[in-house]
Each structure stands twice: as C-alpha cells, then as structure tokens.
C-alpha cells in the first residue's frame, strides 16, 4: 500500500461574486438584500424571463468587472460575448443563464498569498460576467408534505466568476486564497464580503495525484460551498475519499458532489456535466460587450493598493511584523488610521501599532464598539503619543487616557493637564513618597531586609498608588531599591 504523504491535492477555485450595484445585470430592479427583503418584490418582466423581453447591459457591473480583472492583473479583452448557458432549474425561469464562456471579459491574471511558507502567486484563468440565478425555498406543509417556493429578488443580480488555474496544493492555500480575494473584493467596494448573506459563493475542483507527479488526476467539483468553513471541511473530505479510494485500488470517477453539513461527507450528485451539456450559444439579444482602452484605462485610476500590497508596505515602510500588518490591513480604515498617525509622531511604527491593535481595539471591545466610533483623530492619538515618547505621562497613564479620549474626543494634552495626569519624574518628590511608605510598612520592611525580596515589587506598587499611577515607573524602580538597602 502507498504511503498516503506520497499523494498531493491539485485543487482550483471558481468564486461566484455578487456585485454590489444598485440595479440588476440586465434590468432596472433594484438589488435587494435577499436575506431580508418580502419575496418576489423586486422583479420585472426581464428578470422573470418573460417572453419577448429584451436585456440591456449595467454599465456599473462591468465597470465594476473591469476593476476586479485589473486588480488581479488580468488582461481585459475588448470584446467579450454574452452567451446563454441552457439548463432546467424552477429559479431559472428562462430556462437558461446569461453567462460569459468562450470569450470571457478578463483572462490570465494572478492573486498573491501569503501563507506560512511565504508569498506566492495564484494563477487566475478568466473573471467573467453572469447573472445570479433566484432561490428555492424548501417548506412542510401541516401535513408533512414537502413543497417549494421560488423567490425571485435574487434572479439577474450581476455576478462574477472568478477561476482559478488547478494551483492550490494544500487546504492552507486554498483558505489563503479565498480570505484573500474576499479581502481584495471588498477593498475594491465592489462586495460586501458578507458571507453569511452568500454574497461570495465558492465551488471547488479536487483532484489528487502522486506527489511530484506533472499529471493531474481525474477531478471532482464539489458545488454550493457558501462559507470558508463548509469549503475546508468539504475538501478535506474530498481529499481523504480520493486517496483512500487510490489507495485501495478503486478510481476516481469525474462527477460533481455536494457536501452534506450534517454528515460532514460529499455525495453525488450527477456524473460531471461537459460543457455541451448546456449548448452555449451568443446570446441573441446583446451585441458583443466592447471596452474601450479609455475606460479601462479610467477604471484602472480608481484601483486602491492591494491587501497583500498593503501588507508588505506596512512591513518595510514602518518595521511592522506580519502579524500586525496583517491585523492593521484587515481594515483599510484602521490601516489608514495608522499612516496618517505615524507621520505625525516620531513614536516607532511597532509601537505605535501596537498601541491601536492592544488599546485601542481594547476599548472597542469593552464599550462594544467600532472602530468608527472612536472620537479620537490621528492627530490626537499623534499628540498621547508625544507625551509617552517624552516622559510626560507613563505607559497605565496613557492608557486611561487614551479611552477618554476615545469617549469623550477630548484632546490628550487637555486631559493631562486638567486632570493632573503628568508623569511625576521628580527625584525629591519620589523619595519623599517611597520614604513614607516604607515608613508606614514597617513590618514588611524588616521581612525584606532578611530576605523576602520579592517584596521589592509589593513596596512598587504602594509607592505607584500612592502617585495615583503617575509616577515615572523607572525611576521609582531605581529609587526603591536604594531606599529599600539602605
Ligand atoms: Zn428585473
């Protein structure tokens, strides 16, 4: 029997990603959220696929298609077709999906990832346009019996395919990947991201062959993956029945498998579909999409930089580690909140993020709240900043202050001073302090001249106290031990 480290997962991703434009792919209905809104009230003759109807392109969509191709590098094709993709389903009501297949809008790009073995670029054969299909609801009537209902506020939303080249050998890839294209979706503002709304949807190709082998395997695509969780443990299932099945002499058949949350295992669904299946055709009813080197040219001065661009950026720029850069970059306005603080402080950047991704998001937790809601500007944090950098208040200081900031939008130089908050860094004025309270323990003095050293630390926090935290924690160290040996 083979040894199971001997086989490798060759695994691809197609992304189907909702576009976040106001009005439907090819009619004006509004695009509603289809967790929340009444069923079926935001259809037209159009995308309820009535006879006689006539489709009409959203300019939006494909601005916002042209966007994501570039920002994956992608060459974006002058002319793509619209064509339809024929197949029965009851949230089908045309019987057939208006999708893109030989001639897609953007083809051959790249994503990079970021995982524990370092960078590295995912291939991206093509993104293209289609419409979203509606949705099944499945119901009991008194009775028991099963019955469906049909939604249709879901039925023509724009969506993007976006497909990967079979470059993903581990479920740690796959996950990188994923996380990190949901990442770009957003930041790009063309997807919310939002994944328990199945606004990013995922299906995966899986198949395993001998490690080092050139060859790829007979393939398996798990569909209606709608969360990184259901995806892992999809494919981890998938990747264990292949080679199980290599490894007792049985073969891997082509079909497509869905993935039961219950039972953790995928099944069959059909044997795989080629793509005759679906009889592509152009679609009749809309001319060939023409994109101009203008507008791209257009869409290309809206890119943002890249999350993993960002990252890095962060790393060189301001000496981060990865795992703050990553933590700042999750989001763009917590990142940009650092910038714009960093180039106001000579604090170091570590420091600093550190300060943001510790305390600040301490006080987001304990007041439950966004980041947004903090009324702190960077000129402010810049301004607490100083003031620790400088000695003028210690570090507990700082960070009491730093929360009234955040509450209250006060000024820290103001809260310092009307607060009485100054580091006290005055020698005289510390050892009269440590003097009085070694004068008022004098119990635990005499333990500590014969030997309880340990002691040291307690007499530290009586003396902070007795400051009310102010004093300045290096000299009280210093000073108390000389006081305490003398
Ligand atoms: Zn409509």
Redesign the pocket.
Known sequence: MTNVNTYEPVIGLEVHAELLTR??M????PVVDSTRAQPNT???????GMPGTLPVVNRQAVAYAIKVGLALGCRINPTSIFERKNYFYPDLPKGYQISQYQHPLAESGSLQILTCAGARRVRINRVHMEEDAGKLVHLQDDGGAAYSLVD?NR??LPLLEIVTEPDLHSLEEMKAYAAELRAVLRVLGVNSGDMEKGVIRFEANISIRPAGSAVLGKRVEIKNLNSFRTMERAVAHEIERQTHLLQTGGIVEQETRSFDEATGETRVMRSKEDAHDYRYFPEPDLPPLVVGEDWVAEVRETLPELPSARIMRLVEQYGLDLPQAQQLAESYPVADFFEQTCSMTAMPGRTLANWITDSYFAWMNERGRLFAEGRTTPQMLAGLMDAVRTGRVNRATAQSVLFRMLDSGVDAEELIRSQGLEQVSDHDEIVAVIRAVIGEHTTEYERYRVGKVELAHWFFGQVMKRTGGKANPAMVRELLQQELEK
């Open positions: 009005s439907k090819f009619c004006a209905c935001a259809v037209c003759p159009i995308c309820a249709l039925a023509g």
